[in-house]
């Protein structure tokens, strides 16, 4: 990053931020031109204390509630300086720089370097993500937010509720997005549920004579339910563990993680005595193409429905 007052060495104005009052030179007239907040912030301090701005003369500018380290970020790009920037920026600076980017009203500026600041792609970390999306949120980004709150969905197993109390969101999603969040993930896992359960009870491969299919049937859905803590049924809400029983939490598991565990080459069927002959079910085909479909099906959050809490209907044709 730039040394201190070094950010333009003939600006004509000096801002010392935050409470350790680090100090950078910069130039007036591109904090003017980027931000209308500091447009009117500068002209009426150079109003009241009068004279030019003039390099030769830096007026300081106290900025003593700021973040240091996210304006700093900030003052590079707007001074042609990326290559001081950190690449790729780390999420939590991203939050930090998307906070102070809202304080300043600067998004139209910034936006090229916020659309490649706010990119989830190679993040697995949930708390990670979880501040890119809380950025998405500051910088009114819905396609990036939609994006990252699609992979947190997936990725994630833990509470969304325990995650939104470790960062600074906007007072409009605070309450909202973490519930939203535990919602959607049910419903998700409802409906790979749901499409697991299709994939293995085929009717048409039903026998009078032996139950064929409905004995493979009950196998198939034995394994997927019995080798993954994902079904809130199979369990019945409780569990042994360590010879207790105790709650079972159906949270624990991410749905990546559940996909992953289900491998249908893998399944034993019992043996029934029949002497007509049966169509192989094609569990393996069955489960790879619900798989397929359910990843495409998948969505993120609607940033103005967490924003409003209205129903995504009444300002989109799409659905979620």
Known sequence: MASSEMIAPAGDVVLVIGPEKKRFRVHSLLLCAASPVFRVMLDNQ?????????????????????????????????????????????????????????????????????????????VTDATELWQLAIAACWLGNDIAFEAITRSLLQRYGGS???LGETDRMPPDVRVRLPALMEERRGQLRLDLLSRFYRAGTNKD???????????????????FLSENN?????????????????PNIVSQISIESAIASVNAESIEVSSVTCNKPHKDPGFKGKVQ????????????????????????????????
């Open 46 to 122: 150079f109003f009241q204390e009068g004279g030019a701005r003039s390099p030769e003369a830096p007026k300081n500018v106290a900025l003593p509630e700021d973040d240091a380290e996210a304006l700093e970020i900030i003052l590079n790009v707007l001074h042609y300086r990326a290559d001081e920037v950190d690449d790729p920026l780390a999420p939590a600076s991203v939050l930090r720089v998307a906070i102070a980017t809202d304080k300043y009203d600067l998004t139209p500026s910034l936006k090229l370097v916020i659309r490649d600041w706010l990119k989830c792609d190679g």
């Open 160 to 162: 969304f509720i325990k």
């Open 205 to 223: 491969y039903g026998c009078l004579s032996c139950n064929w299919f409905e004995v493979r049937s009950m196998d198939y859905l034995g394994y």
């Open 230 to 246: 994902f079904d809130p049924w199979s369990k019945r809400c409780i569990g042994w563990k360590d010879g207790k029983l105790e």
């Open 289 to 320: 193409e619900a798989i397929r479909e359910y990843r495409n099906s998948i969505h993120g959050l609607c940033l103005e429905c967490v924003r409003t809490g209205d129903e995504h209907e009444s300002h989109s044709d799409e659905g979620h």
